[in-house]
């Protein structure tokens, strides 16, 4: 792979990617998906996996792309619990250490300015993997990729971002990515206590990118390319709003689901609760469990070999 893909040295946020940039990591995937990954392209690297926070997809995509490219993996799933954060190290010096061991760490953390600070005292790259309600890059990248290979182009896209906005990384992270494709306009469909926060729409408003705000999806449902679903984030809210949201304030079930159009796009970054009803799942609109997925893992491989190779 050419290793100019990304000039980048870390993987905090999605603002600094440009359209270029994301079309040359896009093509890598494709370069990927042609040939086949079973390759030795990461032989003799190492990742670390650092996971304060729980996860199956993530991580185990990380994993599994390192591995496939002949790379290996070393890392803790709970790192909370099973490293010497229990005794009270800091982040910023088990980065330090962990530069020694691996060469590219991918951090999972509750603080929205944890991948900012581990850059700042790691010797290797840090690839965000999600921080708290900050960001979670590469699952963005996963989607607008994911989005490009249905519909080839993703300029004047309408795009739904549908759940608790407020609370959700990846829809911060995907409306950044999706605002740098002309024409696109964003919908943001959550209850008014869910809002999508203030610093997304001043970064809309500023950079004159179209964006509304819904109550509800079933306006807009048959005149949408993407509906991008997600959970209620009920770990990240007080008691009060925990008890309020326990049941998700709404559902995509298969009678509202045929409703859209026949090339639109049912997307879930996943985990999902009761927002997004199983009996979707069988419609071609559904990406969730398969599309969603499989481009994960060529993304971060393609993703993993740009940044291990530079
Ligand atoms: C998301 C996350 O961790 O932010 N999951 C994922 O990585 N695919 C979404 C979520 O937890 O709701």
Do not use: W
């Not at 599994?64 to 803790?76: D, E, F, H, K, Y």
């Not at 179209?210 to 390319?225: K, L, R, T, V, W």
């Not at 979707?280 to 398969?290: C, E, F, G, K, R």
Request: proline fraction near 4%; include cysteine.
């Amino acid at each position: 792979m050419d290793a100019q893909v990304l000039p980048m040295r870390h993987v905090i946020e999605t603002q600094p990617f440009t359209p270029v940039e994301l079309e040359r990591l896009f093509n890598a995937a494709d370069v990927l998906r042609k040939n086949g990954t079973r390759d030795s392209a990461l032989h003799g690297r190492i990742m670390c996996s650092l996971f304060y926070e729980s996860s199956t997809r993530t991580r185990f995509s990380f994993e599994s792309a390192m591995l496939r490219r002949g790379g290996q993996v070393i890392g803790t799933e709970n790192a909370g619990e099973f490293s010497s954060s229990v005794k009270g190290e800091s982040l910023e010096d088990a980065i330090r250490v962990i530069g020694y061991y691996a060469d590219v760490i991918v951090l999972r953390h509750t603080d929205e300015k944890s991948s900012k600070r581990a850059a700042a005292v790691s010797q290797v790259p840090i690839i965000n993997a999600g921080s708290g309600k900050g960001q979670h890059p590469t699952q963005a990248l996963l989607d607008v990729y994911t989005i490009r290979r249905r519909r080839g182009d993703l300029s004047n896209l309408r795009v739904a971002l549908m759940g608790d906005l407020k609370n959700g990384r990846t829809v911060r992270s995907l409306a950044y990515l999706l605002g740098k494709y002309p024409g696109v306009q964003l919908y943001f469909v959550s209850p008014e206590e869910l809002r999508i926060a203030q610093d997304i729409r001043a970064h809309f408003i500023e950079h004159k990118i179209s964006f509304h705000e819904y109550p509800e999806i079933e306006d807009i449902i048959d005149s949408i390319d993407v509906l991008y679903v997600t959970r209620t984030q009920l770990e990240r809210m007080d008691e009060d709003d925990r008890e309020k949201f326990a049941t998700a304030s709404y559902r995509l079930h298969r009678g509202l689901a045929q409703r859209m159009k026949e090339d639109a796009i049912i997307m879930h970054p996943l985990p999902r609760n009761d927002e997004l009803s199983t009996d979707v799942d069988t419609l071609p609109q559904a990406v969730y469990l398969n599309e969603q997925i499989e481009n994960g893992l060529l993304i971060r491989m393609a993703l993993l070999e740009s940044l291990l190779t530079q």
